[in-house]
Nanobody, 125 residues
C-alpha cells in the first residue's frame, strides 16, 4: 500500500503563496492518479486538483483555477500543490490522495484509496 504525509501548511496572509508537499511511500505511487482535496469544518471534503500519471492531464476546481498548480515528481515520490493568491476561503485542511485504479474520475473522492492525515492552511485578511 501507499502511505502519504502532507506538509507545508501555514498561517498566511491573503494574497500570499504557499507550496504543499506530499511524500509517498510504498507501492503503486507512479502509475495512478493523485489529487489534493480540502475540508473545512461542517463541509464535505472537496476536490481541489488532481492529475493522471500518463500524459499531462490535470484537473482543477473552478475556485482555484489560475491560482493553484498541481505537479508530481514520480522519481521522488512526491506530489505538490503550489498555491498563489491565497484567499480566506482557501482556509482548510488539505489532504493528499492516491488512487489504486485508473478508470475512475480523478475529481471524485471515492476514486482514491490512500489518504494522508492533512495539513492545515489558514489564510487571514
Amino acid at each position: 500500500q501507499v502511505q502519504l504525509v502532507e506538509s507545508g501548511g501555514r498561517l498566511v496572509q491573503a494574497g500570499a503563496s504557499l507550496r504543499l508537499s506530499c511524500a509517498a511511500s510504498g507501492r503503486s505511487f507512479t502509475g495512478y492518479p493523485m489529487a489534493w482535496f480540502r475540508r473545512n469544518p461542517g463541509k464535505e471534503r472537496e476536490f481541489v486538483a488532481g492529475m493522471q500519471y500518463l500524459g499531462d492531464y490535470k484537473e482543477y476546481a473552478d475556485s482555484v483555477k489560475g491560482r493553484f498548480t498541481i505537479s508530481r515528481d514520480n522519481a521522488e515520490s512526491r506530489l505538490y500543490l503550489q498555491m498563489n493568491s491565497l484567499k480566506p476561503e482557501d482556509t482548510a485542511v488539505y489532504y493528499c490522495a492516491a488512487a489504486r485504479v485508473t478508470e475512475l474520475p480523478i475529481n471524485i473522492s471515492s476514486t482514491y484509496a490512500y489518504w494522508g492525515q492533512g495539513t492545515q492552511v489558514t489564510v487571514f485578511s
